[in-house]
C-alpha cells in the first residue's frame, strides 16, 4: 500500500512540475538532477579558522587578495595572502574556488585620488592605460592578469572580473572598458589554463538601475566573454531602512528579471550562479532576529534551487553585518549556521522534482531520492518570529510523509497528517 501511495504521489508530483514549468518558463527551464555538493558554496573574509559548514568552493573576494593588495606598485607582486587562501581551501576540499579581478591599485589608476572607492583612493576607476572607448595599451590589467594566471596555474579554474560594477564605489569607467578587460583576462588566462571558466562582472537584476547595467553590458557585447552569467542575488529592496526587511520569495522575480535579459541577447543557454548573496546588510535593514534570518536562509536555499540557479555562494559566513553564520567570539555557529548544515543533509543528493509554488502564503517544493525516497519542504510566509517565538499553523499533508526534520536539526514523527507550518522551513519525509 505504502509503495502505491508513493507511485501516486510521484506521478502527482511529476504532473505538477509539467504544469508549474509551463506557466513559469524562465523559471525551471531544467531537467532535474540531484542536488551536488557544489550548489552550496561561500563566501569568507578569512581562511584560519576554516568554516564549520560544509561546502566545496570559495570566493575570493573582500579576503585581503584584490588586485591592489596584490600587486602594490607596477611590476610587483606580493602572493602571500593569496597563497594562504588556495592552501587552506585545498586542505579542507574547497578547492572549486573563484578568484574575482577586481579594484585597481593607485599607482594604475585613472583617478588616484578618488576618495569615494570602497577600498582605497583611485581602486573603484579603470586603468590608466585604457581609454574610455575600450581602446589602448590596457597593460596594466593585462600584466597582473599574466602574472596571477601563471602564478596560480590550475588551482584557479573560475574568474570572475570586477565585483558589482553598477555601483561607483565599486567602479567607474565604461561598458566599452570593462568588455575590454572581460576580453583579455580570457584571452590571456585561457593561454595558460585552457580549461579555464569565466564568470560575467557579478550585478542584482531586482531594480530597473540593475536591469540596465545588464542591458548596457549585453550591448556592449561583454556576455560573449563569459561562460557563466554571475549574479548577486540580495533581495532587500528600497528604500534600505530599518524594518524593510528583505523577503526571500522575490528572488523568484529577480531571477525572471535576468533571464529575460539573457534571451533578449541570445545568453539563455548560459548557467546562473549567485556568486554572493544572504539577507544584506543588517545594519541598514534591522534584520537582526535569529529565527528569522533562519527562516530566510532555508527558503533562500529552497529558491535557488527551483529557480535553476547552479550555485549559491553565501555572503558572508564570518561578516558581522551582511549574512553573518559564525560568532568569531565564542567559535561557534549561530542559528542560520546550524540550518544551513540541515538545509545541506536535507537536499544533497536529492532532487527537486516539484519547484517551489504557492497555494495562498503556504510554499511546498518537492524532492525525490533513490529507494524510492520522497520529500517536501514547506512554509509559510504569512507567520512570524519575535522574541524566539514562531508562529505556526496545523497543514495537513499526505500521508505518506512519516516524520518531519527542523532547521535547528531536531526530528518529529507526524500524527494525524498534519504538521505545524511557519516562517521556517520543514523537511517531510518518508524513511
Request: hydrophobic residues 40%; contains cysteine.
Amino acid at each position: 500500500m505504502n509503495r502505491l501511495c508513493t507511485t501516486l504521489l510521484l506521478v502527482l508530483v511529476c504532473f505538477c512540475v509539467r504544469a508549474y514549468t509551463q506557466a513559469h518558463p524562465l523559471a525551471a527551464a531544467q531537467v532535474p538532477s540531484a542536488v551536488p555538493t557544489a550548489f552550496f558554496e561561500m563566501n569568507m573574509h578569512d581562511f584560519h579558522p576554516w568554516a564549520l559548514v560544509s561546502f566545496d568552493g570559495v570566493r575570493l573576494w573582500n579576503t585581503g587578495t584584490h588586485w591592489a593588495d596584490l600587486n602594490p606598485s607596477k611590476g610587483v607582486y606580493n602572493w602571500t595572502r593569496l597563497d594562504g587562501w588556495i592552501s587552506a581551501a585545498q586542505a579542507h576540499g574547497a578547492t572549486e574556488i573563484i578568484y574575482t579581478i577586481g579594484m585597481t591599485p593607485q599607482w594604475a589608476s585613472s583617478n588616484p585620488n578618488d576618495q569615494s572607492c570602497r577600498f582605497g583612493p583611485g581602486q573603484c576607476a579603470p586603468p590608466n592605460d585604457l581609454n574610455a572607448d575600450g581602446t589602448g595599451t590596457n597593460e596594466h590589467w593585462k600584466n597582473f592578469v599574466k602574472a596571477i594566471a601563471t602564478h596560480v596555474g590550475t588551482k584557479v579554474r573560475f574568474w570572475e572580473i570586477w565585483n558589482e560594477p553598477v555601483m561607483s564605489f565599486y567602479w567607474t569607467g565604461t561598458f566599452a572598458q570593462m568588455v575590454r578587460m572581460a576580453k583579455d583576462a580570457r584571452t590571456i588566462i585561457l593561454g595558460i589554463n585552457p580549461n579555464a571558466r569565466f564568470l560575467t562582472p557579478p550585478n542584482g537584476a531586482n531594480i530597473k538601475f540593475a536591469e540596465s547595467w545588464w542591458i548596457g553590458y549585453a550591448e556592449a557585447g561583454g556576455l560573449q566573454y563569459a561562460d557563466i552569467i554571475a549574479m548577486h542575488g540580495y533581495v532587500n529592496l528600497p528604500p534600505h531602512t530599518c524594518g524593510n526587511y528583505p523577503q526571500a520569495a522575490n528572488f523568484v522575480t529577480e531571477v525572471n528579471n535576468l533571464r529575460t535579459i539573457l534571451a533578449n541577447y541570445g545568453q539563455s543557454y548560459k548557467s546562473i550562479w549567485d556568486t554572493e548573496s544572504s539577507w544584506g546588510q543588517v545594519g541598514m535593514t534591522c534584520f537582526s532576529d535569529p529565527d528569522l534570518q533562519t527562516a530566510f536562509l532555508g527558503q533562500f536555499y529552497m529558491f535557488h534551487r527551483s529557480m535553476n540557479v547552479k550555485r549559491l555562494y553565501w555572503y558572508a559566513y564570518d561578516d558581522l553585518n551582511t549574512g553573518q553564520l559564525y560568532d568569531p567570539t565564542t567559535g561557534t555557529l549561530l542559528q542560520p549556521g546550524i540550518a544551513l548544515q540541515q538545509v545541506h543533509q536535507w537536499m544533497l543528493g536529492h532532487t527537486m522534482v516539484q519547484n517551489c509554488a504557492s497555494v495562498g502564503t503556504v510554499w511546498t517544493c518537492g524532492f525525490t531520492g533513490p529507494g524510492g525516497y520522497v520529500a517536501e519542504s514547506i512554509w509559510n510566509t504569512a507567520k512570524s518570529c519575535s522574541g524566539g517565538v514562531c508562529q505556526t499553523g496545523k497543514v495537513t499533508v499526505a500521508n505518506t510523509f512519516t516524520r518531519y526534520r527542523t532547521l535547528s536539526g531536531k526530528t518529529f514523527s507526524i500524527s494525524n497528517h498534519a504538521v505545524p507550518v511557519g516562517a521556517k522551513p520543514i523537511f517531510l519525509d518518508n524513511q
